[in-house]
C-alpha cells in the first residue's frame, strides 16, 4: 500500500491550478460523505483539502486498486474538461452535466460530474480501465445524486 502513497499524492495535488469559487460544501461535510461510500470492496484511505479549496479522497482494495474522488467548485468544470477534452463530448446523466473519459496513457478513467447542488465539479477517477456504465454506476453508488 505504501507505494500507492506517492501516485496518490501526485494526483491530489496535480489539479490545483483552476479553483475560482469556493464548494457549498466544507471539508468536513465532504470526509463524512466519503466515509459513508461502499463501493465493492473499496475501503476509505484519507481525505485531504488543498489551498485552492479542492477536495479530495482515496480508496483502495486488497488488491490495491484505487480510486480517488475529488470535489472542486462548479466554475471549474467548463475549463477542465476543455482541458482534457478533445471532443468535446458532454452528455447528461441524471440532469446533470457529465464527461466520460479513458486516458490510455495513464491507465485511469475519469467521470467529472457538474454537480450544481452542491455547487461543486465532482470527479471520480478509477486506475483502470472502466466503461462508461461502470463509471456511472460508481457515481450513483456515491449518492452524488441524492445531495
Known sequence: MNKLFPIILTILFSCAGFAQTSNKMSFEQFESWMKTIKISDY???MAEADEDGIYSCGFANKKQDMFVVFLRPAADFNDVIKSVNKENVVYEFNKFKTYFIYDAAMENTSL?????????????TFYSKKTKKEMEAAAVETGLYKK
Open 112 to 124: 467529472y460530474v457538474e454537480a450544481k447542488n452542491i455547487n461543486s465539479m465532482f470527479v471520480i
Open 43 to 45: 475501503s476509505f484511505m
